[in-house]
């Protein structure tokens, strides 16, 4: 797989994910409106070792591409990962959330999903990114939906938020609706 690269967009940058952003990562995944959409909301508070388990070793493993994203004058405001890189399937799934929640709408998120998938289609050749968003995210939905990706299927009660089960929604794209996109 080839390493993930910096990806300029217009609004954002995402540059390779380090190991000394692991304790900002760790801030925003303990901030509680940040924390609210994560599929983390039930589980207890990040430590910086669970972050460092659930980003940094599978990059390190070679399964994942991690960025940080930043707004073009360097600030961090998120990380997008995409898990799981299937090179024999061709196929991933992409994870992301802004930390920074004063940048929420604002069409970042947009931005940086649309650099995520000009580098899986054709740095790695996938076929396929799929993700998997709480159902009453809408912002996130409409972001997702706006970068090419299909509503596929809703996963009853799939998560515990705050110990109520909520419905989560699959989303989908493929290369050849990217390419016509």
């Not at 994560?38 to 388990?53: E, I, K």
């Not at 998938?117 to 972001?143: P, S």
Request: hydrophobic content about 40%; glycine content about 6%.
């Amino acid at each position: 797989m080839p390493p993930a690269r910096v990806l300029q967009g217009e609004k954002t940058r995402l540059r390779p994910l380090r190991e000394d952003d692991l304790p900002l990562i760790e801030r925003w995944f303990n901030t509680p409106e940040v924390r609210h959409w994560l599929h983390q909301s039930d589980r207890p508070d990040a430590t910086l070792d669970d972050v460092r388990r659930h980003f940094w070793a599978p990059v390190e493993e070679g399964r994942t591409a991690a960025w940080l994203m930043e707004t073009s004058d360097g600030t961090p405001i998120g990380v997008l990962r995409l898990l799981d890189i299937d090179p024999h399937h061709r196929r991933a799934e992409l994870a992301v959330s802004i930390g920074e929640s004063a940048y929420w709408d604002s069409g970042f998120g947009t931005d940086a999903v649309r650099q995520s998938l000009q580098f899986a289609f054709e740095d790695l050749a996938l076929r396929r990114v799929d993700l998997i968003t709480d159902a009453d995210n809408e912002r996130a939905a409409r972001c997702y939906e706006k970068c090419g990706f299909v509503r596929e299927g809703l996963l009853r009660e799939r998560r515990l938020r705050f110990g109520k089960p909520i419905d989560m929604l699959v989303m989908g794209i493929l290369r050849e609706e990217w390419a016509d996109a």
